[in-house]
């Protein structure tokens, strides 16, 4: 365990903030950050006391900036899988959880932190937002929704488009295409966040859980989850991860076979 929480924990008006805490690292996530996200939604659906969450970023830079890259080298080959269905799990427990979940986008959502708000069940972003899909750049892919939330998100094109040039987009271009919901200035983000979960958390406890249950019905298609896991499991097998990775660790460009 790190010294300072990975994730912080605050109820303010019914509202529970879950805060991302690794500043230095750009809020990136990794096995502790994944486990208490899952522990905290936990207690948001245990809680009566409790009507709703907020997700956020500590910091000005990042909401989550990506997945703990220098860990991947470390891992065993094999274990890209199990990676991959960890990290599906915590955030199927956020998108099936039965009270509202915001993602308050305050910079870069990029890869595993883009899958985060992804699968909220909606977002706000601050102007300097961005948000990107750069798995490919790696040698991988998106392993934790991003092959099936995206695309459902945005369209088939727009969502291939992001996740094979790995280019990053703006606040405003979300906003266009439907990725956000809304966009305003840095300062006004948690406050925007607020108003709109305080006007949710008036409504109906019970039809609010059975309108998350039937949205997400007619969209889940868990058997694509199953595919996404297993093809991110044989790219992060593959000699292309290894060389993506070390190339992003040594801030090179990687050299791919052809």
């Known amino acids: ?53 907020i997700i956020t970023g500590q910091g000005e830079k990042a909401f989550v900036a990506g997945a703990d890259i220098g860990t991947f080298l470390e891992a065993p080959k094999e274990s890209g899988k199990d990676l991959a269905q960890k990290g599906q799990e915590v955030f199927f427990k956020i998108e099936q959880s039965k009270k509202p979940i915001i993602a308050a986008v305050n910079g870069y959502a990029l890869g595993g932190g883009c899958e985060l708000a992804l699968s909220c069940h909606f977002r706000i972003a601050s102007a300097n937002a961005k948000f990107g899909q750069p798995e490919i750049n790696l040698g991988i892919i998106p392993g934790y929704g991003g092959t099936q939330r995206l695309p459902q998100l945005i369209g088939k094109g727009r969502a291939m488009e992001m996740m094979m040039t790995a280019e990053n987009i703006d606040a405003e271009e979300a906003y266009r295409i439907g990725l956000v919901n809304s966009v305003c200035s ?73």
């Not at 690794?22 to 502790?32: C, F, H, T, V, Y």
């Not at 300062?187 to 008036?202: R, S, T």
């Not at 406890?205 to 044989?234: D, H, P, T």
């Open 1 to 53: 365990m790190t010294e300072n929480p990975v994730v912080l924990l605050n109820v303010e008006d019914e509202i529970l903030y879950i805060t991302i805490n690794r500043p230095k690292k750009l809020n990136a996530l990794n096995d502790e950050v994944l486990e208490e996200i899952g522990k905290a939604i936990d207690a948001l659906n245990s809680n009566d006391a409790i009507r709703g969450a």
């Open 186 to 258: 840095e300062e006004a983000l948690m406050d925007m966040a607020k108003q709109k979960m305080l006007v949710i958390i008036q409504k109906p406890r019970f039809a609010l859980e059975q309108l998350i249950n039937a949205v997400n019905g007619g969209m889940s298609n868990l058997n694509g989850y199953v595919i996404e896991a297993n093809c991110f499991g044989k790219s992060f097998a593959s000699e292309e991860k290894t060389e993506g990775v070390t190339a992003f660790l040594e801030k090179r460009k990687p050299i791919f076979n052809q």
